[in-house]
């Protein structure tokens, strides 16, 4: 078999098992339960849980028989009563129902799709509270002894007990009943049982997405049945229940936060109508990210969970600043052992840089070499041997390009999932949003960066130029160290090697941007840390290869 026809399979080999790689490491981490906490924000029902003395006067009623305007929520405890808001059109005005009514119910009367009653809604919240209690009940039944499962009756014991007790601080997800949460004077109820425990709505049985919410969807029609009403007609019918899926679904598809390596009681992230909630995460350990693939448990995990070890150790408030210094550490420590790796190809590719002056040379003795095949054949082997004499391989760049895209991806996985990135921020930046959906959102006082506008700008700016340096420098070395040779003649081959070199730097620079542009801003600081370190890598290289080209001609001396 000929050599050429051995690199041709190994290279399409390579490239196999490279893309395999990349389609392994970049799967998002998300399970079905992390989307649940995510999605419960975005629709948290129409009920208002509230005292009774803080219900508005419109609705202070109680004698309406089929559907009472307001209603104490357990017999017996007259601390905690609810009621729905309702404008003149019956479309819900709950501040929590904000994304129902404005996103799910608006479409469903835009396409003619039927929207289910009144009755099925109140209904549908007060399973959905009664089932977050009796959650709230066995953790903590198992939190008391955490030797033992909790039994039936004990569950049934301490839901009786939290129902007889519930207030609307108890209850509700932040300390004023109806409000989204940006509201002066309102903060968060971290311990709250729907703030905890209203996922249930949008999991199942085996963490299933929306298995219980389809499971109360037949518990209603059934009861409804039952009070002599036709149960079908008044939930949500197929056509509804595709629209209200695929809603829901459009609230956490993009995330990719969910790498937690710890559980944190403020939970993760921003997100709801406001981007204001955080949610709990499923823990992942290490054992989990090598059962997701290879480069999950070989690079993804560990250094998500170098992330989290040194973001709780600079700020445990997660507040933003703490993980910008847990990313530079990060990335130090990333490129010292990418640096390990790829050494030789490193080596190699900085001493290909310094022999650009003796290739120079060779190009310029042979000066039609891209038409006289002769002279092709002779700049071919003199260019081979010169590679030879300063042991320099020809793959270098192949290997390095091997390691080191996978690597990229694995890190991107990390970085882009790492739950503890994606709570607080730097400048109104959040480090898990994307440049690219902060610079394209001129909503609000962007021009006053409250939403991290000029923030994500100056990190573009920064990230772009120190890029555009790192890929440049080792050109501007070549150049400085070849601008005192005289070039006599046209050289062709020269002159194209030049142009093919200068389109890879300009398409590698634009892939960058386009990349920086539309992955999270904390890819972004990442690659400018990492363009720096690069920099100094290629200067510190270029000194030890000028020392010991200085010595080799000393010796020849």
């Not at 129902?100 to 289910?116: D, F």
């Amino acid at each position: 078999m000929k050599k050429s026809t051995k690199v041709k399979i190994l290279g399409a080999f390579a490239c196999l098992f490279g893309v395999a790689i990349l389609t392994g490491c970049a799967q998002n981490f998300c399970e079905d339960i992390d989307k649940a906490y995510i999605a419960y924000p975005y629709e948290q029902g129409v009920t208002v849980y509230c005292n009774k003395e803080d219900i508005p006067e419109d609705y202070q009623t109680t004698d309406t028989t089929t559907y009472p305007l307001s209603w104490q929520v357990f017999d017996g405890n007259d601390k905690l009563w609810a009621y729905i808001p309702v404008n003149t059109d019956g479309l819900f005005t709950a501040k929590k129902a904000n994304y129902l009514t404005n996103t799910i119910l608006a479409s469903a009367k835009t396409n003619g799709v039927k929207i289910p009653t009144y009755a099925y809604w109140k209904r549908a919240d007060e399973l959905v509270l009664d089932h977050a209690i009796e959650l709230s009940a066995t953790v903590t039944l198992q939190k008391e002894d955490p030797d033992n499962l909790p039994t039936a009756e004990a569950i049934a014991t301490k839901v009786s007990e939290i129902k007889a007790s519930a207030t609307a601080e108890s209850i509700n997800p932040f300390n004023v009943p109806d409000c989204v949460g940006n509201e002066d004077g309102v903060t968060e109820n971290y311990q709250s049982i729907l703030r905890n425990y209203g996922y249930w709505k949008f999991t199942g049985e085996s963490d299933k997405l929306f298995g219980n919410w389809e499971a109360m969807n037949e518990t209603i029609a059934s009861e409804f049945d039952a009070a002599g009403y036709n149960g079908s007609a008044l939930v949500p019918n197929q056509d509804f229940t595709t629209l209200y899926k695929n809603s829901i679904a459009s609230c956490y598809n993009s995330a990719r936060s969910c790498i937690a390596t710890r559980s944190r009681d403020e939970g993760y992230g921003h997100y709801g109508e406001s981007s204001n909630w955080s949610v709990p995460m499923k823990t992942i350990d290490w054992g989990g990210a090598w059962k997701k693939g290879l480069l999950e448990g070989l690079i993804v995990y560990p250094v998500a969970a170098l992330v989290d070890v040194l973001s709780f150790q600079f700020d445990p408030a997660l507040t933003g600043w703490g993980q910008i210094w847990a990313l530079v550490i990060t990335t130090l420590v990333v490129r010292l052992v990418v640096m390990a790796l790829t050494f030789k190809g490193t080596l190699d590719q900085q001493k290909m840089q310094a022999m650009q002056p003796e290739l120079a040379k060779l190009q310029a003795k042979y000066p039609n070499s891209k038409d006289n095949k002769a002279q092709a054949a002779r700049l071919s082997q003199e260019t081979m041997a010169l590679y030879k004499r300063n042991k320099v391989s020809m793959f270098s760049p192949f290997l390095m390009m091997l390691i080191q895209f996978p690597v990229f991806m694995a890190i991107w996985t990390a970085l882009s999932g790492n739950a503890a990135l994606s709570s607080g921020e730097v400048l109104n930046l959040r480090l898990s949003d994307s440049l690219s959906s902060v610079l394209m959102n001129f909503s609000g006082t962007w021009y006053l960066n409250t939403t991290g506008w000029w923030t994500a700008l100056v990190l573009f700016i920064l990230m772009g130029g120190f890029q555009f340096c790192a890929m440049k420098l080792p050109q501007w070395i070549t150049k400085a160290q070849t601008r005192k040779q005289v070039k006599l003649t046209a050289n062709p081959t020269a002159d194209d090697n030049a142009n093919r070199m200068k389109m890879v730097s300009i398409v590698m620079f634009v892939f960058t941007l386009i990349m920086g542009f539309a992955l999270p801003a904390a890819m972004g600081i990442y690659w400018a840390i990492g363009a720096i370190v690069s920099m100094l890598q290629t200067l510190i290289t270029q000194l030890v290869i000028a020392k010991r080209v200085k010595k080799k001609r000393e010796r020849r001396r």
